[in-house]
């Protein structure tokens, strides 16, 4: 006998692939070769189920390497380069990092790519349209203010609604 448990639901939420929000992430201009999506999926339990496929970071010409690189929702949808009008962590309230509405876990590049799914119960999906997602260039440290000592912005992407 098998307990259901909500992991079954993210499952098959991932596997129908309709996102309720969805970002394209690009490169910045040293690092052109990056890209990928993060996904937002609505759940039946509040919340969001979120999904990153990200090609091209950094450490893709190291055989074997892997690495962590931060990545946060920030508050302003403007992906220009060079990323420098994100603005600052997506919160909703005013918080310490790693507190912030639109802090998440970091990616794991394996060389070069990184797919991360995780369940988050900080923000609405109709909280963060409009705003971008933001990829760095090393890890989170997860204490540092205001924002991680993550590094400088190498991917970013505006958050859009699927079905506007
Ligand atoms: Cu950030
Ligand atoms: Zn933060």
Redesign the pocket.
């Known amino acids: 006998m098998t307990e259901f448990t909500p992991a079954m639901l993210f499952g098959e939420t991932l596997r129908r692939g309709a996102p309720e929000a969805a970002a394209w992430i690009k490169g910045n201009e040293d690092y052109p070769q990056l890209s990928g999506t993060v996904r937002f999926f609505e759940t039946p339990y509040g919340g969001c189920l979120v999904e990153a496929e990200i090609f091209g970071l950094p450490n893709i010409a190291t055989v074997g390497s892997s690495n962590f690189y931060?990545?946060?929702i920030?508050e302003n949808g403007d992906c220009t380069q060079p990323f420098d009008r994100t603005g600052s962590?997506y919160a909703k309230e005013p918080a310490p990092h790693p507190l912030h509405t639109g802090d998440m876990p970091p990616l794991m590049g394996n060389q070069g790519y990184a797919w991360l799914a995780f369940y988050d119960k900080r923000f609405l999906i109709s909280d963060i349209i409009g705003r971008s997602v933001?990829i760095?260039a090393m890890a989170d440290d997860f204490m540092t203010q205001p924002?991680g000592n993550?590094g400088a912005?190498i991917g970013c992407g505006v958050i859009r609604a699927a079905n506007p």
Request: glycine share 10%; no cysteine; charged share 10%.
């Open positions: 931060g990545m946060h920030h962590h933001v760095h924002a993550s912005k």
